[in-house]
């Protein structure tokens, strides 16, 4: 059930009879296995009474289609036939009924290409399927074409070899064959407390954009991005503030405000200009009469994805910009224009910088109890354990279930490093955000990573 101000209110008109039976189907989903009839059949009704006052789960969408073509088959070879070609991106996030309906509509005929990285799957929380790409190999019989290097290092050997040597880890769960001369240096800063952990990554933001072209994102696990913010400002470094999640009530809401406002103007007339596109934008601003920080930065989000439009995509044809537009905000994905704010410096979660990129990255509070979460490390043989030099380890031995959910957290570990196209940096301090003691992750300590005491110099 999506945990959301706007769910909430939805959920007020429900029975709690009712309201149990959107939560079955969902955690059912969740868990990665289909819900069954005698489930989906107390769900539907409470969808169907939910639709009239225009209110629909995504879940909902998908299990509705998958009724369709199995109550209808001419209708699923109708849409076999009509798809020759079915593309799939970050297909690593697939969940069982996004699986299940792709499976509907692929034909004898169809032709795939699915793109994806089993170590960029972070959304297992959310029912994101653990071996999806296995899974495809075997019951599609589809050839894998494996990349071997990531572009965004090409020119920096020491990243190079710190991608290789975290796939290394996931690949042979945390017992890579790997010397120590072939260990990637991962420059560190390290405070006794959050605060001066903060200073350091500040003063490095501040020597990193000399340039008025180079962009730096500091990444957060969670959303305490203060103390940070607190010394960015001391500075007095200007920062674009991108702590919000995609069921954040404002985030949704502004995205609903935006999609109703763009059907209004641009349904029946799709002349999309950046003239046009600016006054749709200026009836969205009207609809707010005060703007908070997360409601500021949507704006610019939105600012920024209009002249992406207009510069970038100004060959689309108008019915394509149409469609891209409507499509984002439909889906929530404006944060995805983060990367097109006009601003140096980006503070949002690694969740949040998925799929975008910047020149330098920096992790923050890569520490235990953070990355990975307390619930993974209160049950961790080591939690109790002190070490030398503040790092914490990995158990030795590491039983198999506890390798599946570190495999998941080494995930977000990559995910965040692989967004920088130059450096990647890591922070941590002596005393977590919550103000208990602390030692650093045990991720940046696995094979064939070395800290190294990063300086807070100008990188050239």
Not at 105 to 120: A, H, K, N, R, S
Request: aromatic content about 10%; charged content about 25%.
């Amino acid at each position: 059930m999506p945990d959301t101000t706007e769910w909430r209110e939805i959920a007020k008109s429900l029975t709690t009879e009712e309201q149990d039976a959107v939560h079955t189907v969902d955690s059912t989903i969740k868990r990665g296995t289909l819900p069954s009839a005698e489930n989906l059949t107390p769900y539907f009704a409470v969808i169907k009474k939910l639709l009239p006052n225009g209110n629909i789960t995504h879940n909902a969408v998908v299990l509705f289609t998958l009724q369709l073509f199995e109550q209808n088959e001419e209708v699923k070879k109708f849409y076999q036939s009509y798809y020759p070609l079915i593309v799939v991106d970050e297909f690593q996030d697939t969940n069982c009924i996004a699986w299940a309906l792709l499976k509907k509509i692929i034909g004898d005929d169809t032709q795939l290409v699915f793109l994806g990285d089993p170590l960029q799957r972070i959304y297992g929380f959310i029912g994101a399927l653990p071996r999806i790409m296995e899974t495809t190999k075997t019951e599609l019989c589809m050839t894998e074409i494996k990349l071997t290097q990531n572009y965004r290092f090409r020119k920096n050997p020491e990243m190079l070899k710190l991608d290789k040597n975290i796939r290394l880890n996931a690949e042979f769960c945390f017992a890579p064959d790997i010397v120590d001369t072939d260990a990637a240096n991962l420059p560190i800063f390290y405070g006794k407390d959050q605060q001066c952990e903060a200073q350091l990554v500040a003063a490095k933001v501040q020597n990193l954009t000399p340039q008025s072209d180079v962009k730096v994102a500091v990444l957060f696990r969670t959303k305490k991005s203060d103390s940070v913010e607190t010394e960015l400002s001391n500075l007095n470094i200007s920062y674009f503030y991108g702590m919000f999640s995609d069921d954040d009530s404002e985030y949704v809401e502004f995205h609903i405000k935006c999609q109703e406002k763009f059907l209004s103007r641009f349904a029946t007339s799709k002349s999309i200009t950046k003239k046009s596109l600016l006054a749709f934008s200026e009836t969205v601003r009207k609809e707010y009469t005060t703007t908070d920080k997360t409601i500021g930065s949507l704006f610019r989000l939105l600012d920024a994805l209009i002249e992406k439009v207009s510069t970038d995509y100004a060959d689309l044809s108008t019915e394509d910009k149409y469609t891209l537009i409507l499509d984002i905000f439909e889906n929530r994905q404006l944060k995805q224009a983060m990367e097109y704010v006009d601003s140096n410096i980006i503070l949002t979660t690694i969740h949040g910088a998925k799929g975008l990129e910047w020149d330098y990255v920096i992790i923050t509070d890569m520490e235990r109890s953070c990355l990975p979460a307390y619930p993974i490390c209160k049950n961790c043989s080591n939690f109790r354990a002190t070490f030398q030099n503040h790092k914490c380890l990995l158990p030795n031995p590491l039983d198999d279930r506890f390798k599946e959910i570190l495999l998941d957290e080494l995930s977000v570990f990559y995910v965040g490093i692989t967004r920088a196209r130059q450096q990647a940096y890591i922070s941590a301090s002596a005393m977590n955000a919550n103000g208990y003691s602390s030692i650093v992750s045990c991720l940046a300590n696995i094979a064939g990573i070395k800290l190294v005491k990063a300086d807070t110099m100008a990188t050239s």
